[in-house]
């Protein structure tokens, strides 16, 4: 027996990257899988989005594991999208037992910068709202909601030596502290119920969204146009322990473990997996 053998995972952001890999970890001890996708670029996002063959890719890993899986095209920042994807999920497997709201986009050094704003806030937050939301109805005791947030969320950034200069970047930040006090919220009015809900922060994960350009100048601003190589050594600056970043599967042995019966009593937390990088900016408190 798997340790989420014959449960369901409703996950967005699922065509590749973190998403892909907790789609698979899930798969791997026992979950049948819905997994959604915009598999579109954005205009004021610097780095390609997911495609639909990335989709497709998703679906024969999770099939490799003996699973089943409903893949669907829909954008978390369209509340009715997320209805209709649960909906074919639900249709074809029965059941919703866990959410991953893992969709997510950065939109550092996007122009321009109002609507790269609005994407991020839009993808990040009220994508996450409106996965969670659409999922709520059919959530019964004994389930699992997990959001993807991030360490930029719980890092010191109360002082903005410019304001207005790079709106995308700010909206990262601050969907992540929102979409961290939506489910905080959740979780003690879904406690009663016996349904949980936990963030799962990472710090860098190496993945699509790091490994880009507009990452890459957020990291080395003194370069025009900065490598992988020019990059890569500041990128340890984010965490404690000595690494430049994490994988996809070191968030999805969270996201597993939160899934499962092993974390029953596990509600309302912010769980990192960050090397040690919150330890950078706050002192010890209860």
Same mark, same amino acid.
């Given at each position: 027996m798997g340790r989420v053998e014959g449960k369901v995972a409703f996950i967005t952001g699922a065509a590749r990257g973190q998403g892909r890999s907790h789609a698979v970890k899930l798969a791997s001890e026992g979950a049948d899988i819905i997994a959604v996708d915009r598999c579109e670029d954005f205009s004021t996002i610097g780095y390609p989005m997911?495609?639909?063959?990335?989709?497709?890719?998703t679906a024969r890993l999770v099939e490799k594991e003996g699973r089943r899986i409903v893949t669907v095209k829909a954008d978390v920042r369209d509340a009715a999208q997320m209805r209709a994807a649960v909906q074919q999920g639900i249709d074809e497997l029965g059941k919703i037992d866990i959410v991953v709201a893992q969709a997510g986009v950065a939109g550092m050094k996007g122009e321009p910068q109002r609507q790269a704003w609005a994407d991020v806030v839009d993808t990040n937050l009220v994508g996450t709202i409106n996965a969670v939301q659409?999922?709520?109805?059919?959530?019964?005791?004994?389930?699992?909601?997990?959001? &993807?947030?991030?360490?930029?969320?719980?890092?010191? *950034?109360?002082? *903005?030596d410019q304001p207005g200069k790079d709106l995308g970047g700010a909206a990262y930040v601050f969907s992540k502290r929102a979409l961290s006090q939506f489910i905080h919220d959740l979780a003690t009015h879904l406690a009663p119920a016996g349904i949980r809900a936990n963030v799962l922060h990472p710090t860098n994960c190496n993945t699509d969204m790091l490994q880009s350009e507009p990452m890459y100048?957020?990291?080395?601003?003194?370069?025009?146009?900065? &490598?992988?190589?020019?990059?890569?050594?500041?990128?340890? *600056?984010?965490?404690?322990?000595?690494?430049?970043?994490i994988e996809p599967e070191d968030s999805s042995n969270m996201v597993l473990f939160l899934a499962s019966d092993e974390a029953r009593y596990v509600t309302g937390m912010q769980m990192r997996v960050d090397g040690g990088g919150y330890l950078k900016w706050y002192d010890y408190h209860i």
């Open positions: 997911a495609s639909q063959e990335d989709l497709d890719e659409a999922a709520l109805p059919h959530l019964g005791d004994g389930a699992s909601i997990i959001a &993807t947030g991030s360490t930029a969320a719980l890092m010191d *950034v109360s002082k *903005v100048r957020s990291f080395r601003p003194d370069l025009e146009h900065p &490598t992988r190589a020019d990059a890569e050594p500041a990128f340890g *600056v984010q965490q404690a322990m000595r690494i430049p970043f």
